[in-house]
């Protein structure tokens, strides 16, 4: 039998029309596309399969004889298109319930039949709380003819109470969106809160409903602001400071001042105007020109990754854990889909963050074009693409209406463990095009992938909830190699072999060939967090929920008869495998100039940092100042990845952590003859500082976002700004990011202590610079990778993870809890 969906069939039937089954075209009725295919024995029977598209299909069976032609209609497949379209309609009817639920927030749907309630029952008591408003309604209804007087009013009191209701609730969105706007809380000094302020949490908490949704709170958070000229120009200069002599500093200066008097404000003018229009002014562009605009390769580049559990592996069954984990994450999809997913709130508290970039984490797919990328978002999907031995395999995850159970999953990625054929010419190293020069790709895609099967098999890879690699390789930390263990780790799941993951899936997901996994994320629709967040309710789900039986298997069992995977079809033409492999051997050049160090600090963690009453962050931060300074003897521009998702549609800023509180520590700890006393003062005052820095960047007071917009505008202009110009063309020799664990019920480390992610990284930003990411684990543990290029001849990632460790350690012990710590 042939099962092929109508679209799919007529573009294999044009790619392969004199194929060994000789599939011919049939008819078109009615604007649906039939296919018949005809298989031709010794007794002359016939099977025809006819498939329509829109879901749906129509399929039969019949024989020719003699007597004539016997017809029977497929009553299973009939079923499974039924169950299929009925899971649609539940998708379509629960999202429009979604949409009303979370339109009508902070109020419920409920909260209408309580003020139609109290309305009607204060009109039969002879008391008109319109103020005379139902009656007008009542007097210019223009169907008062076809009701008796008793309808009118009623269905003027409807009328009343609805607009009454609507008009609450817009009420209740403005106090909750002004609210939202004041941020004076975050400024003040940490265990000490204000009457004031626990009077605005006292507000907010009643005003913010009961129940959210995940987008609940979308259209009462406030707009992020456009900082003053003045003071964006004040927080770069005092930023710049520390890295210039006095005479580099005076030009910048004056260029500063030239900028801020001349071009400055019209530019403004046009970015106030925008604030007021869009709703993020910053968003839309950073998206376009940061990420959907670059030409060079997204891997390495703007990929990142994230790692499995440190010690644990669940078990060691491959196509067990794929099954689990996979399982997790279409479960974890379900609830995105169904927004029952608990909005973000700034943590311990009651402030929402927004949840915006939730939206596109499945289904989502980085679309190449020659100038500029697009993001191509589906709605749903209904299989997976698997990645084995070179092959391509579509996986169904919903069979009749339903999703597949761990264990019927396992069975699936275990037959195609199994499968020994070959990959098809060109098929094994394809996905090298995704991780090459954007433009190559582009280019090959609109030449070789525009019709026939090649286009199919693109359009699976594309619509798929994402993208799974079953990794033939052995990775995670070994007990007789930690080191080399995790950094060959880190390294195989940023860039794997160039062409076993697809970067321009929203994400792509490995299993590793001993069950443990890993993730890689492409950057564009999302930061960071949002795949943290996916990825801890995957692992507890995993874990905590599926678990596996004493053979390590998925529990349960299987239920009917599933269709097995499905091979993708390819026809690589010479000149498309020629592409391949230029995109191959850039990927190969980029991958194997990537130094990695990827190291767990275990003398001590969050605890002891807060008994230094200091900031764990502000600590770290001014640690990788102090290592830097021992690497390479200068101070560098510094970026710290900080979110605006205070506001609406918010993602990023920057910190300069590089500051000259900063320098002025760490200019101390490298004089010998300075007390440790005074290092202390100047290592507090470099803390506050950076905590200060921290809270301006969240609360849209930040620079580098508002410099870039500015730039932008001035692009558009067509104007030229040498002080913009010089600004955004300083490189980041140390990027660093921290990984925050936001759902830390999930994880019970008391008790189940080994259970401890080790976090994830990305790649260095400048060829002759660092990237740092870092995840703070519990109270003792930080888990660090650190990232450089192997062509930067000043870098080495061993050498500055061993400088970082040891600049952690020397801060510890200028506190008395960290002198007694040496004592011990």
């Given at each position: 039998m042939c099962r092929l969906a109508g679209k799919e069939a007529v573009e294999l039937l044009r790619a392969r029309p004199n194929c060994k089954s000789e599939c011919s075209k049939a008819f078109i009725k009615r604007g649906k596309k039939l296919l018949f295919h005809r298989q031709l024995g010794k007794q002359g029977g016939l099977c025809i399969f006819i498939m329509a598209e829109a879901h749906q299909a129509v399929a039969f069976q019949f024989t020719v004889t003699p007597e004539g032609i016997d017809l029977q209609l497929s009553q299973g497949v009939l079923k499974q298109i039924y169950l299929s379209g009925l899971r649609s309609w539940k998708k379509k009817f629960a999202r429009l319930k979604n949409t009303f639920v979370t339109g009508v927030y902070p109020a419920s749907p409920s909260s209408w039949l309580f003020v139609v309630i109290t309305?009607?029952?204060?009109?039969?008591?002879?008391?008109?709380?319109?103020?005379?408003?139902?009656?007008?309604?009542?007097?210019?209804?223009?169907?008062?003819?076809?009701?008796?007087?008793?309808?009118?009013?009623?269905?003027?009191?409807?009328?009343?109470?609805?607009?009454?209701?609507?008009?609450?609730?817009?009420?209740?969105?403005?106090?909750?969106?002004?609210?939202?706007?004041?941020?004076?809380?975050?400024?003040?000094?940490?265990?000490?809160?204000?009457?004031?302020?626990?009077?605005?949490?006292?507000?907010?908490?009643?005003?913010?409903?009961?129940?959210?949704?995940?987008?609940s709170f979308q259209a009462c958070l406030p707009r992020l602001p456009v900082p003053s000229i003045k003071g964006t120009m004040q927080r770069y200069l005092e930023s710049v400071k520390p890295l210039m002599d006095d005479e580099q500093f005076k030009r910048m200066t004056a260029l500063a001042k030239d900028f801020e008097v001349n071009l400055a404000p019209r530019l403004q003018w046009y970015l106030r105007l925008k604030s007021w229009w869009a709703s993020n002014y910053v968003s839309d562009w950073w998206e376009e020109y940061i990420y959907l605009r670059g030409r060079s390769p997204i891997m390495v580049n703007s990929n990142y990754y994230a790692m499995d559990f440190l010690y644990v592996t669940p078990?060691?069954?491959?196509?067990?854990?794929?099954?689990?984990?996979?399982?997790?994450?279409?479960?974890?999809?379900?609830?995105?889909?169904?927004?029952?997913?608990?909005?973000?709130?700034?943590?311990?508290?009651?402030?929402?963050?927004?949840?915006?970039?939730?939206?596109?984490?499945?289904?989502?797919?980085r679309i190449p074009r020659e100038e500029t990328d697009v993001i191509q978002h589906?709605?749903?999907?209904?299989?997976?693409?698997?990645?084995?031995?070179?092959?391509?395999?579509?996986?169904?995850?919903?069979?009749?209406?339903?999703?597949?159970?761990?264990?019927?999953?396992?069975?699936?990625?275990?037959?195609?463990?199994?499968?020994?054929?070959?990959?098809?010419?060109?098929?094994?190293?394809?996905?090298?095009?995704?991780?090459?020069?954007?433009?190559?790709?582009?280019?090959?895609?609109?030449?070789?992938?525009?019709?026939?099967?090649?286009?199919?098999?693109l359009d699976m890879v594309e619509k798929a909830a994402f993208f799974l690699t079953l990794d033939d390789s052995e990775q995670g930390l070994r007990n007789e190699d930690p080191v080399a263990s995790l950094d060959a780790y880190a390294k195989s799941l940023l860039h794997g072999k160039c062409y076993d993951r697809w970067f321009d899936k929203s994400f792509t997901f490995i299993v590793f060939k001993n069950g443990k996994v890993g993730l890689n994320a492409e950057h564009s629709w999302a930061d960071a967090p949002i795949i943290g967040h996916l990825w801890e309710s995957v692992l507890a789900t995993d874990c905590f929920q599926l678990g596996y039986n004493t053979e390590g298997h998925c529990k349960g069992e299987t239920d009917g008869i599933q269709p097995a995977p499905q091979r993708l079809q390819w026809d690589i033409s010479n000149e498309c495998q020629d592409e391949i492999n230029c995109s191959l051997d850039v990927a190969k050049a980029l991958a194997d100039d990537?130094?990695?160090?990827?190291?767990?600090?275990?003398?001590?963690?969050?605890?002891?940092?807060?008994?230094?009453?200091?900031?764990?962050?502000?600590?770290?931060?001014?640690?990788?100042?102090?290592?830097?300074?021992?690497?390479?003897?200068?101070?560098?521009?510094t970026y710290e990845a900080s979110m605006t998702r205070l506001f609406r549609e918010g993602r990023t800023e920057t910190v300069r952590s590089c500051t000259v509180e900063s320098s002025n520590f760490v200019l101390a700890m490298m004089d010998p003859s300075q007390k440790n006393e005074d290092r202390l003062k100047l290592f507090k005052v470099a803390a506050d500082k950076h905590q200060m820095l921290y809270r301006n960047a969240m609360t849209g007071s930040g620079i580098d976002r508002h410099l870039f917009c500015l730039y932008v505008v001035s692009k558009y202009l067509q104007v030229d700004s040498p002080f913009l110009k010089e600004v955004l063309s300083e490189p980041w020799r140390l990027s660093t990011s921290q990984t925050p664990v936001q759902q830390i019920k999930l994880f019970d480390l008391v008790n189940y202590p080994e259970y401890i992610s080790c976090g994830g990284g990305f790649g260095p930003v400048a060829d002759d610079?660092?990237?740092?990411?870092?995840?703070?684990?519990?109270?003792?543990?930080?888990?660090?990778?650190?990232?450089?290029?192997?062509?930067?001849?000043?870098?080495?990632?061993?050498?500055?993870?061993?400088?970082?460790?040891?600049?952690?350690?020397?801060?510890?012990?200028?506190?008395?809890?960290?002198?007694?710590?040496?004592?011990?």
């Open positions: 309305i009607m029952a204060t009109m039969y008591a002879r008391v008109d709380p319109s103020m005379g408003m139902i009656g007008k309604i009542k007097e210019h209804m223009p169907v008062s003819t076809y009701f008796s007087h008793q309808g009118q009013s009623i269905l003027s009191a409807l009328l009343f109470s609805t607009g009454l209701w609507l008009a609450l609730i817009l009420t209740m969105r403005f106090i909750l969106k002004q609210l939202l706007s004041y941020h004076g809380w975050m400024f003040e000094q940490h265990g000490h809160m204000s009457v004031s302020t626990k009077l605005w949490l006292f507000m907010v908490k009643i005003f913010s409903g009961r129940k959210p949704m995940l987008y078990t060691p069954i491959q196509a067990a854990r794929a099954g689990n984990t996979v399982h997790a994450l279409l479960l974890y999809r379900r609830k995105l889909s169904k927004e029952e997913i608990e909005p973000n709130r700034v943590p311990g508290s009651i402030i929402p963050l927004c949840s915006a970039q939730w939206e596109r984490s499945f289904n989502t797919t589906y709605t749903d999907s209904e299989h997976i693409v698997v990645y084995h031995r070179g092959r391509y395999f579509r996986v169904w995850v919903y069979v009749g209406g339903r999703l597949l159970k761990p264990r019927e999953l396992e069975v699936q990625f275990q037959r195609i463990l199994d499968d020994d054929s070959p990959p098809q010419p060109g098929e094994e190293k394809l996905a090298a095009l995704t991780a090459g020069d954007r433009t190559i790709w582009a280019k090959a895609r609109k030449s070789f992938f525009k019709r026939g099967k090649n286009r199919v098999a990537v130094d990695f160090h990827v190291f767990p600090f275990n003398d001590f963690g969050k605890g002891q940092i807060k008994k230094c009453k200091t900031s764990p962050d502000a600590f770290i931060q001014i640690a990788l100042q102090l290592a830097h300074y021992r690497d390479k003897r200068k101070f560098c521009l610079g660092y990237g740092v990411s870092y995840i703070i684990v519990g109270e003792d543990l930080i888990n660090f990778h650190v990232s450089c290029k192997f062509s930067g001849h000043q870098t080495d990632a061993h050498r500055f993870g061993s400088n970082i460790r040891s600049a952690l350690k020397d801060i510890l012990a200028l506190f008395p809890v960290g002198k007694s710590n040496q004592k011990k």
